[in-house]
């Protein structure tokens, strides 16, 4: 892991209203601290630079301010990949570290992560992991592009929010996107500008698998005949998947009906393949995805004998990995419709294998509602796969500890001995380590960052548990 190093900087005599600048915080801003102690958050500015700032925003313990000028520049200050990326007015706001060698990104990342769990949670790991990484340019399978007609100039505008603004960023290309999609922008832009629909079209959802690109258009008001030729006509030219949504998530539907090719992705390490719909919640980056799979399972250290249950398991994406290694695996997750969809996914791949999956059950259970009682009604398990949303898991880690202090609870069940817990919000993570190190009878073994999203501070990571 390449680490952010101080760099000297007191042979210089700067102006008075010079700031240095320490950290970066979980929103990419520089942290400097005034003479009186008094913290200021810079955007823009990078760890052990000294630069001029202008405050807009003063509370009494902390100020916010943008950068003005970098009196001494940090070594690991690059220039962004994308013309689109700055702090000016109109820059996207889809990134925010481009401006930070993507080396150094990981190691603030990192640090986030250690700084979260000893500060809010009051633990530590024994050992840190080397951080998960891997492409950091067209790593983006997943987005949510937001569609403006601007009558004014009588243009349309696709792309993400401008930055700290409600308003679309005039994108001409986004090396985060997959070159095949980055290249689809513009013409993204010429299509809707020739339907009759494009005041009332605000959005496009975009879902890449490994052979299959699909777009979900919200559209407000139906679609002429001459829209639908126009979408059909690109769909053929761009070998593209058009899905329509005319109200909520229930009402997203293939246009046309005609489906061809599923969206998948692989893992291949395990034989397995994942059919899944463009709404489905999937990884942004596959390739870390792929990865942090096979992590997750080599740490949990599965085995032939064991039982195992994955919560909050989604469409099975560690679930069936999970059943090619362990002798019975229970997926739980809050949705009915993604229990059934998991259940279909190991269907699916049950009847392309040469040896057959471990037996696996899915059941749908309220995870944020959690008790005892519940965790009895699922049963012991020799490990743990934790994945839970930004909430993370907080009910669940909590029932774990009523059981470990009430051992009149636990008679006749069994606590696992190893979880794994993928988190995607170090915070959460931090809150519900100190419960499972301090009430819950375990120890914090492992301990890392995973860099799903390069350019961005959107931290993820992944620790493990062992019963003390």
């Known amino acids: 892991m390449t680490e952010v190093t101080k760099e000297v900087t007191t042979d210089k005599q700067w102006p008075d209203n010079a700031l240095t600048i320490e950290s970066m915080d979980m929103d990419a801003q520089g942290v400097g601290h005034r003479a009186d102690g008094k913290v200021v958050f810079v955007d823009g500015a990078l760890p052990f630079e000294v630069v001029r700032a202008n405050v807009h925003r003063k509370k009494d313990n902390w100020e916010k301010a943008s950068l003005l000028e970098v009196l001494h520049e940090s070594s690991q200050r690059v220039t962004p990949g994308c013309p689109h990326f700055g702090l000016h007015a109109g820059a996207c706001g889809g990134c925010k570290m481009q401006h930070l060698d993507a080396a150094a990104q990981i190691a603030v990342k990192q640090r986030a992560l250690e700084d979260n769990l000893w500060h809010l949670g009051k633990v530590k790991a024994d050992t840190i992991l080397r951080p998960i990484q891997g492409p950091t340019w067209?790593?983006?399978?997943?987005?949510?592009?937001?569609?403006?007609?601007?009558?004014?100039?009588?243009?349309?505008?696709?792309?993400?929010?401008?930055?700290?603004?409600?308003?679309?960023?005039?994108?001409?290309?986004?090396?985060?996107?997959?070159?095949?999609?980055?290249?689809?922008?513009?013409?993204?832009?010429?299509?809707?500008?020739?339907?009759?629909?494009?005041?009332?079209?605000?959005?496009?959802?975009?879902?890449?698998?490994?052979?299959?690109?699909?777009?979900?258009?919200?559209?407000?008001?139906?679609?002429?005949?001459?829209?639908?030729?126009?979408?059909?006509?690109?769909?053929?030219?761009?070998?593209?998947?058009?899905?329509?949504?005319?109200?909520?998530?229930?009402?997203?539907?293939?246009?046309?009906?005609?489906?061809?090719?599923?969206?998948?992705?692989?893992?291949?390490?395990?034989?397995?393949?994942?059919?899944?719909?463009?709404?489905?919640?999937?990884?942004?980056?596959?390739?870390?995805?792929?990865?942090?799979?096979?992590?997750?399972?080599?740490?949990?250290?599965?085995?032939?004998?064991?039982?195992?249950?994955?919560?909050?398991?989604?469409?099975?994406?560690?679930?069936?990995p999970l059943a090619t290694l362990a002798r019975e695996v229970l997926g739980i997750e809050g949705s009915e419709a993604l229990v059934a969809r998991s259940g279909e996914n190991y269907v699916f791949n049950q009847g392309r294998r040469d040896k057959p999956l471990a037996p696996t059950s899915f059941v749908a259970r309220n995870l944020f509602e959690m008790t005892p009682e519940l965790l009895r009604q699922d049963g012991g398990a020799d490990k743990w796969l934790v994945d839970p949303p930004r909430e993370g898991a907080f009910s669940l880690v909590q029932a774990l500890a009523e059981m470990h202090q009430q051992p009149e609870l636990r008679l006749g069940w069994t606590p696992p001995k190893r979880i794994v817990y993928v988190s995607c919000n170090p915070s959460t993570l931090a809150r519900d380590a100190g419960v499972l190190v301090t009430s819950a009878g375990y120890r914090m073994t492992y301990a890392g960052a995973v860099n799903m999203f390069p350019h961005t501070a959107h931290v993820e990571s992944m620790a493990v548990f062992d019963l003390a």
């Open 138 to 320: 067209g790593y983006r399978y997943r987005a949510r592009l937001s569609v403006r007609y601007v009558v004014k100039k009588g243009e349309v505008l696709v792309g993400f929010h401008e930055r700290k603004s409600r308003y679309v960023a005039d994108m001409r290309q986004c090396p985060i996107l997959p070159p095949h999609v980055d290249a689809m922008l513009l013409p993204l832009r010429q299509l809707i500008a020739g339907m009759e629909a494009r005041e009332t079209l605000p959005q496009i959802e975009l879902a890449c698998g490994d052979h299959v690109t699909a777009m979900v258009l919200r559209h407000m008001e139906p679609l002429s005949q001459s829209d639908l030729a126009a979408l059909r006509g690109f769909a053929q030219e761009y070998n593209v998947q058009w899905w329509l949504q005319s109200k909520g998530p229930d009402t997203v539907c293939l246009m046309d009906g005609a489906l061809g090719e599923s969206l998948s992705y692989a893992l291949p390490e395990f034989g397995i393949t994942m059919p899944f719909k463009p709404t489905d919640f999937t990884q942004v980056n596959p390739h870390i995805n792929r990865v942090l799979v096979t992590r997750a399972l080599r740490l949990l250290d599965v085995q032939p004998t064991e039982r195992v249950i994955d919560w909050f398991c989604g469409l099975g994406n560690f679930t069936l």
